[in-house]
């Protein structure tokens, strides 16, 4: 079992791009999330996705959308990024418990 | 506002000792508390929940309490180890609602 993947590990981007990050769910779960984790702070909850809808949002602009796909895996889409969206991504996926993935760090210049 | 505090951003203890960590909140009522690990440049790794009903859970070296009293949680590792370092962040949540608020979490560094 490959456990919650991510893909691309790091990306760089400039102000006013747009960028789409990736995640395959474990084996077995249908519901992801998606989190924000700034340096020296907790995940802040962008949000979840499940049965192909987003189910719940946090306090995050339209500028980030997600889709899920019917495989269960899932994007996670900035626009019109900012230098304030350079960040670590998490993508969660849940059963009984939440299992993070490693993580998509953008970097914004 | 609510607000999820973590003792201090670090905390240094010598190989052997007990490391205790605090999570304190304030306007808010969590129906549940959950503790991680993170480790730089990985995602958080789950550790123990515990119920709002529950005073304590163990698990291993750990030892996890919540007191809905105070608005506090401690997490406990016994006898801790150099490769207990890492960033340990509390996570509360309540049911029917997936946004789960995180702590900034604090770093622990066992020396040998």
């Known amino acids: 079992d490959a456990g919650v993947t991510q893909s691309p590990t790091h990306l760089i981007k400039t102000r006013g791009q747009q960028v789409t990050l990736r995640c395959s769910p474990k084996s077995g779960h249908d519901t992801v999330s998606w989190y924000q984790q700034a340096l020296g702070q907790g995940p802040q909850f962008i949000f979840q996705y499940y049965e192909e809808e987003e189910r719940q949002r946090g306090n995050f602009p339209d500028r980030f959308s997600g889709h899920q796909f019917p495989n269960y895996s899932s994007e996670l889409n900035v626009n019109a990024l900012l230098l304030g969206d350079s960040a670590l991504y998490l993508c969660a996926s849940s059963g009984d418990t939440q299992y993070f993935g490693p993580g998509t760090r953008l970097t914004v210049l | 506002s609510q607000k999820i505090e973590q003792n201090s951003e670090a905390l240094n203890i010598q190989e052997g000792k007990t490391a205790t960590l605090t999570c304190n909140y304030t306007n808010y009522s969590p129906a549940y508390l959950q503790w991680y690990r993170q480790d730089p440049g990985r995602g958080p790794v789950f550790l123990l929940l515990?119920?709002?009903?529950?005073k304590e859970k163990r698990k291993e070296r750990l030892k996890v309490t919540f007191d809905t009293t105070l608005k506090q949680s401690l997490f406990h590792i016994t006898a801790s180890q150099p490769a207990d370092s890492a960033t340990y962040l509390c996570?509360?949540?309540?049911?029917?609602?997936?946004?789960?608020?995180f702590g900034a979490g604090t770093r622990l560094t066992v020396k040998p």
């Open positions: 996570a509360l949540g309540v049911y029917n609602n997936n946004d789960m608020r």
């Open positions: 515990i119920r709002e009903n529950e």
